[in-house]
């Protein structure tokens, strides 16, 4: 009997889910909002709550919550048609929202899952509104924290990265309305087991498999081997480092928090004026937290800032380096008085001003300066290379296609862009080969950068990734051109 019950974990799962709702009061006595795709995870998620309602260990009325994001055709209908009829059999009211990724990516100049991500939220935001919820549960699981926490060290991550996908999270402009996600110490292991001893069907998406994504490889490919060849439990190892993180992570956010507030900052139409001399026994591993903290406040975008960014801003405060300033992304300088430290708002640069950039491929996107830039693929042998070598201006390149890793995009310079330029001996930074090739300082700040998953692939007008050049082996051919607008029309 102990041993049934040892191979049967997943009859224990509604109860551990009803221990976490009772623990940490996840739900209130409202409606609650269950975002559902069809997925295994998802679906278990709604089967649960369930349960648990029947049990009277959940109150509230049920509103299943589903988006068509219009990216697979009739897969994508039939994922909403399952989703109808199981927010029907669980005497759920169903909600179905639509929306054009792939449009919404190009009008956003975002990626596709970027795009879908919010998407998604906004629709569940609007529907936790219109029925006066207050809880949106979404289905992630422990083993999607573990592979989160994997991608971001891979990426490079701090202590809020490290700490993982929070239990509940405030999200909407009026702070009422809270992301729970009830499974998320449950592993993806134990939702199939729970959905098999159940016999409840459920929708696999194709895309989850694709290892053109950057979390499915880590998913299918990465994970799998490292519990292989190096340790058998990582997905427990990566949880035990997020639980920690997530701990310190509290600590120190109540710290930046109480520096913050020392600092009394002030703010003055378009601009931050914040206290140095409270400052001054600050610990300096606080620092460029606090200043990260003040950004925000300010109304910067995080997206495009960077750890070099903060640091640069701790180490002008350090060196009391009055009269200095910093040029910051998205709009936004740093100047240094003898007192005070001050965030203001500037024009943006070119590059800023267009931001982050997915290209299609094929496509064209919009660039500053009435320009835009065509993306081709060229199949075959490259007979007409020589040609193409002959006649082409800097503003035009070719890589091998197989070669570059999607997504592909376009964007200003940041600090810290490496590659290695063609013909060199090995990596170096872009600002460094940008002054190297006699740049001015004043113009390096519009200089348009594409990039893969990897990094740079071209300093457009200037020079192509090593790692991307055309060889014999090449059979599919990436052409980019930088082109004004009347001439792309042509």
């Known amino acids: 009997m102990a041993e049934a019950k040892k191979q049967r974990p997943e009859k224990n799962l ?5 221990e976490v709702l009772a623990r940490h009061v996840l739900f209130d006595e409202r409606s609650y909002v269950v975002a559902v795709s069809g997925g ?3 679906t278990a998620l709604a089967l649960v709550l369930k349960a648990c309602a029947e049990r009277g260990i959940l109150k509230g009325r049920m509103h299943i919550a589903h988006l068509n994001h219009r990216l697979r055709g009739r897969a994508a209908d039939a994922d909403a048609a399952f989703v109808r009829r199981l927010a029907k059999r669980l005497g759920a009211e169903f909600h179905l929202g639509e929306q054009d990724i792939r449009a919404l990516a190009a009008r956003r100049r975002v990626g596709i899952e970027e795009a879908g991500r919010a998407a998604r939220y906004e629709f569940l935001e609007q529907v936790a509104r219109r029925v006066g919820a207050r809880r949106i549960a979404l289905g992630h699981t422990a083993t999607d924290n573990a592979e989160t926490v994997l991608q971001r060290i891979l990426r490079g991550t701090g202590l809020t990265g490290l700490a993982g996908i929070p239990l509940r999270r405030v999200v909407g402009r009026e702070g009422r309305i809270e992301i729970v996600r009830p ?20 929708r696999l998406d194709a895309t989850n498999v694709s290892l053109g994504h950057f979390r499915n490889r880590v998913r299918h490919e990465l994970m799998p081997l490292l519990e292989a060849r190096y340790n058998r439990q990582v997905q427990q190892a990566l949880l035990r480092l997020a639980r920690i993180a997530a701990v310190e992570h509290g600590f120190v956010t109540g710290e930046v928090e109480r520096w913050v507030r020392r600092a009394r900052p002030r703010q003055k139409k378009d601009r931050l004026v914040i206290e140095l001399k409270a400052w001054h026994r600050m610990p300096e591993a606080l620092l460029p937290l606090v200043v ?7 109304g910067a975008g995080l997206q495009a800032m960077s750890i070099e960014h903060y640091e640069g801003v701790a180490e002008l405060v350090r060196r009391r380096a009055a009269g200095r300033e910093l040029q910051l992304p998205g709009g936004f300088s ?3 008085s003898r007192a005070q430290l001050i965030i203001a708002r500037r024009p943006p640069t070119q590059a800023e001003a267009m931001g982050d950039c997915i290209l299609a491929i094929p496509g064209e996107a919009q660039l500053p300066g009435d320009r835009v830039i065509r993306a081709e693929i060229v199949e075959g042998r490259l007979r007409f290379l020589k040609g193409f070598l002959a006649t082409k201006t800097p503003w035009e390149e070719m890589l091998d296609a197989d070669k570059v ?12 862009d490496r590659f290695h330029p063609l013909g060199a001996p090995g990596r170096k930074k872009v600002a460094d080969f940008l002054a190297d090739a006699g740049t001015p300082r004043s113009e390096r700040k519009d200089v348009l950068i594409v990039y893969d998953h990897n990094g ?8 192509m990734d090593e790692r991307a050049k055309i060889t014999r082996t090449t059979r599919r051919v990436l052409r980019l051109a930088v082109q004004t607008a009347v001439t792309s029309n042509q």
């Open 456 to 463: 740079p692939v071209w300093v457009a007008g200037m020079r």
């Open 40 to 42: 295994p995870d998802s």
């Open 334 to 336: 740093v100047q240094l």
């Open 183 to 202: 499974l998320l110490f449950t592993t993806r292991e134990q939702i199939l087991a729970y959905l098999r001893e159940r016999k409840a069907r459920h």
């Open 292 to 298: 990260r903290k003040l950004l925000v406040l300010a």
């Open 14 to 18: 509604e109860r551990r889910v009803a």
């Open 405 to 416: 890793v999607p997504p592909v995009g376009i964007r200003g310079l940041r600090p810290g």
